[in-house]
C-alpha cells in the first residue's frame, strides 16, 4: 500500500530584480555560475535535456553541460544516440539546470547545432581514455543483447587502442543549443518566484520580460 508524500519546500535565499540583471543572458549566467562555484554545488553541470521527435513526442534526460559563449550552451554525445536522432530530425531543444542550494534554475531553448570538429576534437582528446573507449564501445540507445556483449567490446577496443592516442568516433561530438529564450528563475517565499526571461529579437538584441511565477 502506498500513500501521497507531500512535501512543501519555502524557498527564502534571495530576490531577482531587473536592476540585478546583466545586459545579456551569457553574462547573466555567468554571474550565477560563480555564486554557484562560490557555493561549492555539486554536480552543478548537470542538465535536462528535452528533445522531440519530428512528430513532437518527446524524451528527456539528464546530461553534462560542457561550454558556453556568446554562440550558445554545449553538450557532447554520441549522434546516433535517441537525442541525436531526435535532434537529427527536429533540430530543437530546452534545457534546464537547478541549483538547489541556491534556490535557482536556468532554463533554456532554442535551435540546436553541430559544434565543429575542432571543438569536438579537442573536448574528446581531454576525456579520461576509459571515457574515450567507451564511445567507440557503446552504439548508445541501441538495444544490448546482455552486460558480457558490451564488456566484450570495452575489451575489444582497449586493445585496439592499446599504447597509442584515442581518435574521436566518427559519430561522436558535441551539439550547441543557440538560445531564442533564457529564462532565470529565483525561488522566492510563499511561491512567489522571481522569473526574468531574456527573449531574443530579430536583430539579436534581448528583451528581458518578468513572468508570473
Not at 519530428?54 to 544516440?81: A, K, Q
Request: one cysteine or more; glycine letters at 6%.
Amino acid at each position: 500500500m502506498s500513500a501521497d508524500v507531500v512535501v512543501h519546500t519555502e524557498f527564502s535565499k534571495h530576490k531577482l530584480l531587473e536592476s540585478d540583471l546583466a545586459a545579456d543572458p551569457f553574462a547573466q549566467f555567468q554571474c550565477w555560475l560563480d555564486d554557484v562555484q562560490a557555493a561549492n554545488v555539486s554536480d552543478w553541470q548537470a542538465m535536462s535535456l528535452a528533445t522531440a521527435t519530428r512528430d513532437g513526442r518527446p524524451s528527456v534526460r539528464i546530461v553534462y553541460l560542457r561550454g558556453w559563449d556568446e554562440r550558445g550552451f554545449l553538450f557532447y554525445t554520441n549522434h546516433d544516440s535517441r537525442k541525436g536522432d531526435e535532434l537529427a530530425d527536429n533540430p530543437q531543444a530546452a534545457a534546464a539546470l537547478y541549483w538547489k542550494e541556491l534556490e535557482r534554475q536556468v532554463r533554456i531553448e532554442g535551435a540546436v547545432v553541430l559544434a565543429n570538429d575542432a571543438e569536438s576534437d579537442a573536448y574528446f582528446a581531454g576525456r579520461p581514455r576509459e571515457s574515450c573507449i567507451g564511445a567507440w564501445a557503446s552504439s548508445q540507445s541501441q538495444p544490448l543483447v546482455d552486460r558480457a556483449t558490451l564488456e566484450r567490446l570495452t575489451a575489444e577496443f582497449d586493445e585496439k587502442f592499446a599504447g597509442g592516442a584515442i581518435p574521436r568516433p566518427p559519430n561522436w561530438g558535441g551539439f550547441r543549443i543557440i538560445p531564442e529564450n533564457v529564462e532565470f528563475w529565483q525561488g522566492g517565499v510563499a511561491r512567489l518566484h522571481d522569473r526574468l526571461i531574456y527573449r531574443r529579437q530579430t536583430d539579436n538584441s534581448w528583451r528581458i520580460e518578468r513572468l508570473f511565477p
